[in-house]
Every structure is written in structure tokens, then in C-alpha cells.
């Protein structure tokens, strides 16, 4: 099946950037998804189609996508930003076609 | 606001049912494929289900495929999930979230899919 590998946690200082990578083997020919879950909370999309931003998020949240590694970036890091994120893809070969990453903890110092 | 609201979790015992329900509002709710995702205590994100807007295709996670079954009321803008012998390991909080699709391009040759309005969720506990 389609695995998504996330580092289980990246720690920032506030002002800081924090970057958060989702592997798989071509990821990059592939639309890529990044949610934000707050404790207790649902998630809440953060950046769709590896790049673009729903209404309501700050430009400080940026995606990428390229070859092997998509990338959630985190501009000028705050304390609000400390949250689980989530990297989804949709893997139309698969009968488990929506694949999240195992998730990633971003910890603000 | 677009907004999703389930209800219907609990509390159940080992083999028994349950029917999770979710109410749309302020969107054409028979436009969008919907889906169920779940997330058990302190674990990631696992999909469950998603049926399309007219109900014509659904999907299941092989988790629980053959138990739990994907419904949409189109008159009423509601979806359903029924649960039946449910098992210890479908304890989780379970999100409805609406589908939105993305064309191909010339950077993704194929369809992508991604959850841009999530409910607050619903708890369904199975123990004995």
C-alpha cells in the first residue's frame, strides 16, 4: 500500500521557519494535501495541490512538491502554529485511495 | 458558514451497532462526494469511506468493509455510516468531510482528491 513518511516531530523557535517533509518514491507526480489538527480539534486544511491556499490561511503556510519529497514550510513560526500536521494524497491505483503521512508534531520552543 | 455536524457516536459493546450521522449545511450537498475518515486515540488519520454525490460509487477501507455501510440523503443533506459488528480497534473520534477534486495537469497526470471542510467529529467507544 501507499506509505507517507512524516518525521514525528519538528521543534521551532517562534519567528523561526519550520519546514515538514512527506516521502514516497515519485511523490512529485502526485497532488499533495497538508491538514492542521490542534489538540482536541478537527483537522483543517492548510494547503491543497501542493501549493495553494484555502481561504483564511496565512501566506506563512507554503507547500512543495518535487521528486521523491513534498514539503509543508511554516513561515515566521508562532505559538498557534504548535499542532499535528498531516500530509494526504489521493493514489488512484489503489483501493485505499486516500493515503494520509503518519503525521508530524510541531513543537514551538 | 459551509458547515458539517455528526452525531450519533457512544458508547457500544464488542459486535454491536451503531449509525453515525452527519447534517451539511449552507453548500449544494448532492454536488460533493463525501467521506468518513477516523482517527483512534492518540493515532494518525485513516480514511473509512466516501460514497459520491449521487450515490453511485462508494469505497471502503478494508478495515471494515463487509461491517460498516456509507449512506447520503440528498433531500435531507445528510450522511450516514452505519456500523455493525463493530471491534475494539474501530474505537476512534470519526470526521465527515466534504470532497473536493482537482483536474490533471502537466505536473499530475491523474485526478487528485482532498478534504476541504471537516465536522467537530463524533466518539464512538467499543469495549466491554
Known amino acids: 500500500s501507499y506509505v507517507l513518511t512524516q518525521p514525528p516531530s519538528v521543534s521551532v523557535a517562534p519567528g523561526q521557519t519550520a519546514s515538514i517533509t512527506c516521502g514516497r518514491n515519485n511523490i512529485g507526480s502526485k497532488g499533495v494535501h497538508w491538514y492542521q489538527q490542534k489538540p482536541g480539534q478537527a483537522p483543517v486544511l492548510v494547503v491543497y495541490?501542493?501549493?495553494d491556499r484555502p481561504s483564511g490561511i496565512p501566506e506563512r503556510f507554503s507547500g512543495s512538491n518535487s521528486g521523491n519529497t513534498a514539503t509543508l514550510t511554516i513561515s515566521r513560526v508562532e505559538a498557534g502554529d504548535e499542532a499535528d500536521y498531516y500530509c494526504q494524497v489521493w493514489d488512484s491505483s489503489s483501493d485505499h485511495p486516500y493515503v494520509f503521512g503518519t503525521g508530524t508534531k510541531v513543537n514551538v520552543l | 458558514q459551509v458547515q458539517l455536524v455528526e452525531s450519533g457516536g457512544g458508547f457500544v459493546k464488542p459486535g454491536g451497532s451503531l449509525r453515525l450521522s452527519c447534517a451539511a449545511s449552507e453548500f449544494t450537498f448532492s454536488d460533493y462526494y463525501m467521506t468518513w475518515i477516523r482517527q483512534a486515540p492518540g493515532k494518525g488519520l485513516e480514511w473509512v469511506s466516501y460514497i459520491s454525490g449521487g450515490s453511485y460509487s462508494t469505497n471502503y477501507a478494508d478495515s471494515v468493509k463487509g461491517r460498516f455501510t456509507i449512506s447520503r440523503d440528498n433531500a435531507r443533506n445528510s450522511l450516514h455510516l452505519q456500523m455493525n459488528r463493530l471491534r475494539d480497534e474501530d474505537t476512534a473520534v470519526y470526521y465527515c468531510?466534504?470532497?473536493?477534486?482537482?483536474?490533471?495537469?502537466?505536473?499530475?497526470?491523474?485526478?487528485?482528491?482532498?478534504?476541504?471542510?471537516w465536522g467537530k467529529g463524533t466518539t464512538v467507544t467499543v469495549s466491554s
Open positions: 495541490d501542493d501549493s
Open positions: 468531510a466534504r470532497v473536493r477534486v482537482v483536474g490533471a495537469s502537466l505536473a499530475h497526470p491523474t485526478l487528485t482528491y482532498y478534504m476541504d471542510v
